[in-house]
């Protein structure tokens, strides 16, 4: 099965730009995650999407990131404007669903953004 | 809210045995992965534990207890490609689903 797609792969902006990131996830999977990952340190779970609802936001700083996933299949995560402490790999997840007992998260390759 | 510790570095000579910890504390826990990721690459699953007691996997196996809160990653037989990060994630119940939290990862490092 193809494998969880994510573009560009690699993005360098100044601050106070905007930038935009896209997702594709493994076909059939319900559940899609944006996890934000600074050097040295775990995943951190920006938000969660179960089809095109928002599972969780929790920890999504609302003020300049926004997601949406319209069709419950792709999505896009955004930030506007940059901040320098946004630099980080931004990684998408899926995997099918809240209820499988198991299922791992699928992650895609990132997309690392430099902000300077 | 949720703590999840791990060592932030071990390293280990090929061919040997090398065990990864992780702690955690945490209300709803319903399950817990252990995920492997090397420089620039994005985390890859290794493991699941749900009930207490060792999952064997090949060269990896891992166990768990849910009463201590406690769960380590087991690396037999090292080979130098098993140099990579180490994330410990746990999975807990909430009232929105199953949210999965990491740790900050075990940097293992494979020597000859």
Partial sequence: EAGVAQSPRYKIIEKRQSVAFWCNPISGHATLYWYQQILGQGPKLLIQFQNNGVVDDSQLPKDRFSAERLKGVDSTLKIQPAKLEDSAVYLCASNRGLSSYNSPLHFGNGTRLTVT | ?112
């Fill in chain 2, 1 to 112: 809210g949720q703590n999840i510790d791990q060592p932030t570095e071990m390293t280990a000579t090929e061919g040997a045995i090398v065990q990864i910890n992780c702690t955690y504390q945490t209300s709803g826990f319903n399950g817990l992965f252990w995920y492997q990721q090397h420089a620039g690459e994005a985390p890859t699953f290794l493991s699941y534990n749900v009930l207490d007691g060792l999952e064997e996997k090949g060269r990896f196996s891992s166990f768990l207890s849910r009463s201590k809160g406690y769960s380590y990653l087991l690396l037999k037989e090292l080979q130098m490609k098993d140099s990579a990060s180490y994330l410990c994630a746990v999975r807990r119940l909430t009232g929105g689903g199953n949210k999965l939290t990491f740790g900050t990862g075990t940097q293992l490092k494979v020597e000859l």
